[in-house]
């Protein structure tokens, strides 16, 4: 047993309690509870008569102790009142509990949590549950410290250095109260389900349910099996066996003990029971048992309970301080829900509605601010001086003659944009974005022919060394038609290149003799100096960071040709390049706006002519065989092939070990006759590199990889990609790994391996199979999975977006673009007074993403 019972009973009203308040409090939140319960929760009718009952010896006049009295005979005859009459009757009990307070010794209760009549149950005067949380009580616990969100999390109570430090450790980096505010719960589960017990004895195993009760023996076991306390639990209807896989909770709990456990109802050997359980104090705060729980991601030294806690107290001490950063005219346009009441409602909703209601502002918000950061960057672009660079019609004419194949109706309409841009005096910001395949070199190429011509330069910088190499012999091979006189002088300049040959580079830069210069990140190094950069093209751009792309694009031209001196700064500024961001993956409509709201967008959605389709199969685990037969004979047959491992979330580290472990494998048990080469993402840039390149030299017949090689080089003889745990991975992955072979003549597959996948893969995996388009693909994969996979760290230099998750709904997009506009037609530098709380949320949303970037 854990300890001795408490003393005396509640009968007598002997509580040992010398401050009557948190019995008068446990009475209100009783009477709430059942107000929120549909007036039919019979436990919560008796708690609160206990309370009255523990009441009587602290009432200090006789007139006191006769309305005591008579609020007892209230909830006695309670029970026997028809459904319509109890809402008044509640509140008739509540406000005679308010009156009371004064009359009760001794007198050091804290300030009333409840304040009207009107508001001391329900929010307001005839509300029902159904709309009880549109005007919420104020918390009916001790109320927090004022803060603001900028605090540290050490001003709240019970937070010392050592939970701070747990705090910082955690994922979301929590320092401040306003972090704490921003912490989206994971998931909500619903125990707002309340029930007698003998009632829940009744209820399907899996059954997610509260009750309330007595715990009538409590034991600690220590043998059998890791300790464990386990309890009865009784409330007169029945009784339930609970079981806590935790020494401690019997330092926590006593016979006798009123307790609220919420849990999911489990099927034993004996009688239906918990294990594990949520549970509270009857009548305490409310956090873990009896309504819509949070449940939040963790880290180490932080448990469910701690964290909801501090919320809970972030959210109270916070409620006067949060000022909302919506105009009031937006939250009325879009019957928006204030800051307070989101913020309190995503993670402690009454009902769903609540909590989706939470959500959409939240997310609008995001979404707000996002579009507000793109219209501006893009605005304050095209003010920057530019320089018009057409292309004359003669010399296009030209080049597309000595180009063994004529451009598709979707390369032309993309080239016919860029071009375009290009004409005007004000710098192009613009991404070309097309699947696999489609052509998108040919149109940079003809972009920057139109740049050269004009003797400008063009800096076109790819993510890899290898991927840079590539562009470099493509951009040559394509201008080898061109008559000397017109022909672009093209150079490549990665941190492989020292010495005397990037000397020469540089001095043929400066020179202005070099038109076109294909490099890596080497390209924004010191030392590297453009004489007149004209065009700027950053290939797969989300794989660079923010200030890597600002620090090629903000590179004014000079007018410094053959005076050797190195580039001016950009304060001193003469004309700014233009900007094309290329990229391979398909992105749907809806979220160009997102990730490219700064941009204009060409889009080439169709492949050229005369291109192999790659043949998808899927394979479950008793097919495994027959996969490993196809890439057997298709390297017997000359070709190479790519084996992807399964993506591993948690850790890049993991997933490497994962590689390696596989690759070993696959050499000694199954393709021993074959090279086996591996790739992953904890090798070094010039590693990775080096394994590539020997691939494609067909060194290796068979490279196992992780995730890692979803972007990469053309192999034109790997005409296989088997992919491990493809119901692991998201539509748009699989489809670039996908077009990672077909880059030749020959035949090619994709592989599907995945067993005892869920319907919902099953689905994404039978689209593979069924279609190749990219952009469809990238669409379903959205309705699928949600956003995810577009908006993360995938995309540098984007705020991060914490409110948007599977349920994404694109239309609120679509309203905060139509917001962002307007309020910038009528308040282009958001100056006006009313506009501050928005111009420093502004400010403080897109510093976390681009600290060094200003709007």
């Keep these: 047993m854990a300890s001795s019972p408490r003393a005396p009973g509640p009968d007598t009203g002997e509580s040992g309690d010398a401050d009557p308040t948190q019995h008068l409090e446990s009475a209100l939140a009783a009477l709430r509870r059942e107000w929120r319960a549909g007036f039919r929760d ?17 009432t200090a006049t006789h007139q006191a102790s006769t309305a005591l009295a008579s609020l007892e005979t209230s909830l006695d005859s309670y029970r026997s009142l028809g459904q319509e009459a109890r809402p008044d009757a509640l509140k008739l009990v509540a406000a005679g ?22 508001t001391a149950i329900s929010p307001g005067m005839g509300a029902t ?20 969100p900028s605090d540290p999390v050490t001003a709240l109570p ?9 705090l910082s450790a955690h994922r979301a980096k929590i320092t401040t109260v306003g972090d704490l505010l921003g912490l989206a719960p994971s998931r909500h589960i619903d125990y707002s389900r309340t029930e007698p017990i003998g009632a829940a004895l009744r209820s399907a195993p899996g059954t997610d349910v509260t009750v309330r009760g007595v715990l009538t023996e409590i034991r600690e076991i220590r043998t059998g099996g890791p300790p464990r306390v386990q309890a009865r639990l009784s409330d007169g209807t029945g009784w339930m066996r609970i079981t806590w896989f935790s020494a401690y909770i019997a330092r926590q709990i006593q016979p006798n003990d009123e307790i609220v456990v919420s849990g999911t109802i489990e099927a034993d050997f004996g009688p239906l029971s918990f294990t594990n359980p949520e549970w509270e104090p009857a009548g305490g705060a409310g956090l873990s ?3 819509l729980t949070p449940v939040y991601p963790l880290t180490k030294g932080l448990h469910q309970k701690s964290m909801r806690a501090l919320t809970r107290a972030a959210l109270d001490a916070t409620r006067a301080a949060v000022s909302d950063p919506l105009p009031a005219g937006i939250i009325a346009r879009f019957d928006l829900v204030s800051a307070t009441t989101a913020y309190e409602d995503i993670h402690y909703p009454v009902t769903w509605a609540d909590l989706g209601r939470a959500r959409d502002r939240l997310a609008f918000e995001d979404l707000f601010l996002l579009q507000i950061g793109h219209i501006r960057r893009r605005r304050d672009r095209k003010r920057q001086p530019g320089t018009p660079l057409s292309l004359a019609p003669e010399l296009r004419d030209l080049f597309m003659g000595t180009l063994p194949y004529r451009l598709t109706g979707a390369q032309d309409r993309a080239l016919a944009e860029i071009l375009a841009d290009l004409g005007r005096s004000e710098p192009m910001t613009r991404l070309l974005q097309g699947d696999v395949g489609s052509g998108k070199t040919v149109v940079a190429a003809t972009a920057a022919l139109a740049a050269a011509s004009h003797a400008y330069q063009v800096a076109p910088m790819a993510p890899t060394e290898i991927l840079a190499e590539q562009h470099y012999h493509n951009v040559r091979g394509l201008y080898a038609g061109l008559p000397e006189a017109d022909r672009p002088v093209v150079e490549l300049l990665t941190g492989s290149v020292k010495g005397v040959r990037r000397k020469a580079i540089q001095a043929g830069l400066i020179s202005g003799e070099v038109d076109v210069l294909v490099g890596t990140q080497a390209l924004i190094q010191s030392g590297v100096e453009f004489a007149r950069l004209g065009l700027a093209i950053v290939d797969e751009q989300h794989r660079f960071g923010v200030r890597q792309r600002a620090d090629l694009t903000a590179r004014p031209d000079t007018g410094a040709i053959d005076d050797g001196v190195a580039a001016i700064p950009a304060e001193r500024s003469g004309i700014y390049p233009h900007t094309l961001a290329m990229t391979a993956t398909p992105i749907p409509r809806t979220l160009n706006l997102v990730l490219n709201g700064d941009l204009d967008v060409s889009v080439i959605a169709e492949l ?5 389709p790659i043949e998808t199969r899927r394979y479950g685990a008793e097919e495994r065989l027959e996969a490993y037969h196809l890439v057997r004979g298709q390297v017997a047959a000359g070709h190479q092939a790519f084996v992807i491992c399964p993506l591993v979330e948690e850790s890049e580290a993991i997933e490497a070990k994962a590689a390696v472990a596989e690759a070993a494998r696959l050499q000694a048990d199954v393709f021993p006759e074959l090279r086996v080469g591996l790739l992953h993402g904890r090798m070094a840039s010039r590693d990775k590199d080096a394994t590539m390149t020997a691939f494609r030299d067909r060194e290796y017949d068979i490279l196992v990889a992780t995730s890692v090689i979803e972007v990469g080089i053309d192999v034109p003889n790997a005409t296989v990609m088997m992919i491990e745990g493809a119901d692991r991975f998201g539509l748009s992955q699989l489809h670039q790994f996908r077009g990672r072979v077909g880059r030749g003549a020959a035949r090619s597959y994709c592989l599907l391996l995945a067993a005892d996948s869920t319907p919902d893969a099953e689905a994404r995996l039978q689209t593979m199979v069924d279609t190749s388009d990219g952009f469809v693909l990238a669409q379903k994969d959205l309705e699928l999975r949600g956003p995810g996979d577009f908006i993360g760290t995938r995309q540098s230099g984007l705020p991060e977006l914490s409110w948007l998750d599977g349920s994404f709904d694109t239309r609120l997009l679509d309203k905060a673009r139509e917001a962002a506009e307007a309020l910038l037609e009528t308040d282009p530098d958001l100056s006006r007074p009313e506009h501050q709380p928005l111009a420093r949320r502004l400010a403080e949303f897109w510093f976390k993403a681009s600290p060094d970037i200003p709007l």
């Excluded at 509990?97 to 009107?118: H, I, N, T």
């Excluded at 019970?158 to 747990?166: E, N, Q, S």
């Design 608 to 612: 050229p002519p005369g291109r192999t």
């Design 129 to 148: 549950p159904a709309t009880a949380s549109r005007s919420r009580a104020e918390p009916r616990h001790r109320p927090a410290p004022s803060l603001a």
């Design 42 to 58: 019979r436990i919560a009718i008796g708690v609160a008569q206990t309370a009255l009952r523990r009441l009587r010896p602290y």
């Design 97 to 118: 509990l308010e009156s009371l307070r004064p009359d009760l010794q001794p007198l050091s209760a804290p300030p009333a949590m409840v304040g009207k009549l009107a």
């Design 289 to 291: 048992t009896g309504r």
């Design 158 to 166: 019970k937070v010392g250095p050592a939970v701070a430090k747990h």
